[in-house]
């Protein structure tokens, strides 16, 4: 049997809850802030300042801008930041709890708070709150950018940009050892032609040829002819003595026009000196790059407010300390040393250096290059040294028990395994030639047919007393040369006479001639308080050794080879060299060497020429008027 209970209104408690239900949802959706599509407005809000600021981030400022409700004016500020800022990086993160905006921007609109970091070249992170108000109804759907300055900086006001202003330090300049300027500002002229006064233009292109400044007129030609009439077409800059030397023919062509300006410029010793960038002010080769930190000092910045139109700035928002002036660079240069070896290789006009050494101290006094603006190959030139190098050989023998008087002989041709080695223009001594006399005629053959006194390491041992092949710390970029250990009897016999895997820089053997000077190897050093310890030679050469060199660097000027330094005051010593390499189309040349340093004077040096001649022709007068020249 079946039980059904019935009651009065039993249904009403359902009816009841559905209504309460109902009831509660909407006052829930009220709270939460629902729109009637369901969606979270705090959450919309801050997903579409989120695109925006993500696409700011990106660099994409027409994206970002379109998420606005003024594409236009918000494209135009954004890539004008980003234009002053030239921020390396870019970041928005949230910044807390998005809220109801003021009741102008409207009733539905939202503030979301951000933070921007930007990453300033060389600063280092900037970073500052913001906020940006959002409303819905975007033409995608999402919410949109309420645009307005101050979303870009709370500071900011209509017609402004915020904008990187940066100063450089006061550079230092580059010191001699008296503490005159090597580098530092000097006057310079830029060239430039007006297309539309160029009324002779083989008269422009014959002026400026002669200037031997390497300008392309066929190029520049072209780059003219495309050029406007009005348009200046920059050719050259010149150094003040250079332009002031051709003025006269330049001012004499219409449409050459000349602007007068200062640059950061080396004065002398400007391979070793190096330069600086005209633009970035930073220094870009020799002493200038490796001290550029401390020559340039730091730099002023702050980031500003500014006027859109004028550029003036508004307003600082953050400034950084900076503005200190560079720390100046002190070389052991002397100028008069210096300035006379620059004239002689000048005067050489061929691609060479002159090194000059303080024997007592291994200070440089002199480190000139030709070309003047050309590779530093009197510090890093990496060369085979050729006859000069037999002050090393010698100082073997001599340590290995041979003295000057022994007899050497110094036959034309020595052949070792098949290889006829010769002297210069093949000649010979007779067969009772002493050691002094072969050294001071430069003969190779003598110094090769008593190999058999060497060991393969015997060379790079004898080198060590030299500090040849070592780690030298002198404040500058150097090659400190390698003698090998001889692989076999060929390469023994080459490395006997300079050549082979011999290899040495004019600094070097500038302080080869040093040593016999004055009796120990003291480092070479340009720039001391940068330098470090110098390095110290394991070995030492014996007096009697030294005492020997001596006299036969001397017999080799009096009756040698070095004869063209005979008339130079101040009891010079030398020795010659004429190395031979193969050049880049197969074909044989010469280097000239010579070395040496006046015995009463504390001055050591080496020249060498390069690309044909011999020591004693070629080098030995461009060291004699070096040498002339020194103030006493």
């Known amino acids: 049997m079946t039980h059904r209970t019935h009651s009065r209104g039993g249904r009403r408690p359902l009816l009841l809850s559905v209504s309460l239900l109902v009831v509660l949802l909407a006052a829930t959706g009220v709270m939460l802030g629902l729109r009637g599509d369901g969606t979270d407005p705090d959450e919309a809000a801050r997903a579409g300042a989120q695109r925006f600021l993500d696409a700011w981030a990106a660099g994409e400022p027409e994206r970002a801008a379109a998420y606005t409700d003024d594409p236009e004016a918000a494209r135009s500020l954004l890539e004008s930041v980003a234009t002053h800022l030239r921020a390396e990086d870019v970041e928005f993160a949230p910044a807390g709890p998005v809220t109801a905006a003021d009741g102008e921007d409207g009733a539905d609109a939202r503030t979301v708070p951000f933070t921007a970091t930007f990453t300033l070249p060389g600063l280092g992170d900037w970073s500052y709150a913001s906020e940006a108000v959002l409303r819905p109804g975007g033409a995608d759907g999402g919410w949109q950018v309420a645009w307005r300055p101050a979303l870009v900086h709370p500071e900011l006001g209509e ?4 904008v990187l202003n940066q100063g450089r330090g006061e550079r230092a300049p580059v010191l001699a050892a008296d503490g005159s300027e090597l580098a530092g500002p ?5 060239v430039s032609i007006w297309p539309g006064r160029l009324t002779d233009r083989d008269a422009a292109w014959a002026a400026l040829d002669a200037l031997d400044a390497g300008i392309d007129t066929d190029a520049l030609a072209g780059r003219v002819a495309a050029a406007g ?9 010149l150094r003040e003595a250079a332009f002031e030397e051709h003025a006269e023919r330049l001012r004499a062509v219409p449409g050459l026009q000349f602007a007068e300006g200062t640059r950061q410029l080396t004065h002398a010793a400007r391979a070793v000196v190096g330069a600086v960038d005209p633009g970035s002010g930073a220094g870009v080769s020799g002493l200038e790059e490796r001290y550029d930190e401390r020559l340039a000092g730091t730099a002023s910045a702050a980031v500003v407010i500014a006027d859109r139109a004028s550029g003036a700035a508004v307003e600082t928002l953050h400034a950084w300390e900076g503005g200190e002036p560079g720390e100046p660079v002190v070389t052991t240069l002397d100028p008069a040393a210096q300035r006379a070896a620059e004239e002689a290789l000048a005067d050489a006009g061929r691609e060479g250096a002159i090194v000059a050494l303080r024997p007592s101290t291994g200070e440089v006094l002199a480190a000139a290059d030709w070309p003047a603006d050309g590779f530093s190959r009197s510090l890093s030139g990496q060369l085979a040294p050729g006859s000069t190098f037999k002050v090393v050989t010698a100082a073997a023998l001599l340590e290995g028990g041979m003295t000057p008087q022994d007899v050497v002989g110094c036959p034309r041709y020595v052949t070792v ?8 223009d093949e000649f010979e001594l007779a067969p009772d030639t ?3 006399e072969a050294f001071a005629a430069s003969c190779n053959t003598a110094l090769i047919e008593h190999r058999d006194r060497f060991a393969d390491d015997t060379l790079h041992t004898t080198a060590q007393a030299f500090g040849i092949g070592a780690e030298w710390r002198v404040g500058a970029s150097t090659f400190d040369g390698g003698v090998p250990v001889a692989g076999d009897e060929n390469e023994l016999a080459a ?6 895997r011999v290899q040495a820089s004019p600094l070097v053997m500038a302080s080869v001639a040093a040593t016999v000077a004055d009796g120990t190897f ?6 001391p308080d940068a330098a470090g310890a110098p390095h110290e030679a394991p070995t030492t050469l014996a007096p009697a050794t030294v005492e020997a060199l001596r006299s036969m660097m001397r017999a080799t000027v ?9 008339g130079v005051p101040g009891l010079p010593h030398g020795k010659t060299g004429t190395a031979e390499f193969e050049t880049a189309d197969g074909e044989l040349s010469t280097n000239a060497w010579i070395i040496g340093y006046l015995g009463e004077r504390d001055v050591a040096f080496a020249v060498v020429l390069e690309d044909g001649g011999s020591g004693g022709r070629d080098a030995g007068p461009v060291a004699a008027a070096f040498l002339t020249a020194l103030e006493p």
């Open 159 to 162: 017609e402004q940009t915020l």
């Open 186 to 190: 000097g006057t310079v002229w830029e």
């Open 229 to 237: 009439e009005d348009e200046a077409v920059p050719v050259v800059t």
């Open 417 to 424: 395994n098949g290889f006829t080695y010769e002297n210069q």
């Open 434 to 436: 002493t050691l002094r």
């Open 495 to 500: 490395s006997l006479i300079g050549q082979g």
């Open 522 to 527: 003291r480092q070479p050093v340009l720039v």
């Open 558 to 566: 009096t009756e040698g080879s070095a004869s063209a330094l005979a």
